[in-house]
């Protein structure tokens, strides 16, 4: 009985469970308050959330051990403070944002007269404009606008004090307009993106690591007052341990809705923030304000396997080898399952979020899915490989 308690104990500690959530340890944790002491290279506190001076960190930058300073107080500010930074004057400059919006706007237009496209992901369908692989859309529409505006000091140093170099940057352009909802509160990708049954099979250190390969920003493309919905924060919830799956909980939203922050902010200016805090976009309450932000996701690039493997090529090879093994019975259906485990990808992203939208859900199928679907379903080799051919297809940019 004590072995079976202690293997219990053990399982307890390394899968977290929907019922693992505690609101009162969870209140805990944001009950906390910034000690502006803690970061000098800050110049003030605002509802919890740490401000600095985009001139200042940019002559701070420019030094080689200033540099390893500020970024060394970032991090800590990610990790184990309030979770989120703001950078006014993140652009000094704001010519790059002036030139880039026409594209962005043109490209929102274009969408808005296909009756296919939805908008954003976390609110209601129609809510809100997104521009999905806005880095790559404005690169090929404007190469010298993206050299201005990716020049960015500010974005390199944040990605860079997060991640390490080699960083991967994406981007997706984000408008709230009059009279667009709340989005429920979130994490972000990767764990952010799934449903609790799957977050439930990933260890506790998975749930550790999952934030430490993304860094969230987003860079104000227009003034925002408070009133036009910029973002909402929840300063230190990124600390606590099951909060992939407390996001998912009417309780813990509650207590979201009751103790989160609004910063407004003006054009030019950036936020960063762990993309295990909880948050959300805010209610646009303007009449005529359509806040834009280009949402930045930047990636580590330690998230890659160290080989490139064609696994197109290795599930058409298999399928048809799959299918006669058991319908011989040669095969269990479990060890099916893991033969297609090391041959498919089983993660939907990255993809082309305009051909591939995440429908009935907040993520596309993943080729593991439409593997397992078609074996169920007794799809033949000829059906499975032009679907499987096509949701390729719609992967790529």
Known sequence: MKDD????????RVFLADDACDLDDFRTLIDRTVDPADYPFAIGVASNALVYDGDA???????????REIMAEWVEAL???????????????????EAANPHFWAIIEEQRRDPSRHGDHFAK??????????????????????AAYYGNAV???????????????????????????AQVPHRDYHMGFQTAAEIERYPAHAHRLSPMLTLQGAVAHC??????GPTLYLPFSQAYPPGYLATLRDDFRAEFEARRVQLALACGDAVFFNPALFHAAGSNRSKNIRRIANLLQVSSAYGRAMESVDRLKMSLALYPVLQKLLAAKALSAGDADNAIAASAEGYAFPTNLDRDPAIGGLAPQSQQALMRQALAEGWSSEVFAEAARAQAWRRLT
């Open 5 to 12: 308690n202690a293997r219990r104990m053990r399982t307890n």
């Open 57 to 67: 960190v940019r002559r701070a930058s420019d030094h080689p051990e200033t540099r």
């Open 79 to 97: 990790a184990d403070g309030p979770g989120v930074i703001v950078i006014r004057k993140a652009f000094a400059d704001l010519r790059p944002i």
């Open 125 to 146: 369908p129609g809510a809100n404009d997104r521009v999905w692989n806005a880095l790559e859309k404005l690169c090929l529409a404007d190469p010298e606008t993206f």
């Open 155 to 181: 974005i390199a140093l944040a990605s860079e004090a997060w991640l390490g170099p080699f960083y991967q940057i994406t981007s997706q352009l984000n408008v709230v307009n009059p009279g667009g909802e």
């Open 223 to 228: 003034d925002m007052p408070l009133e036009s």
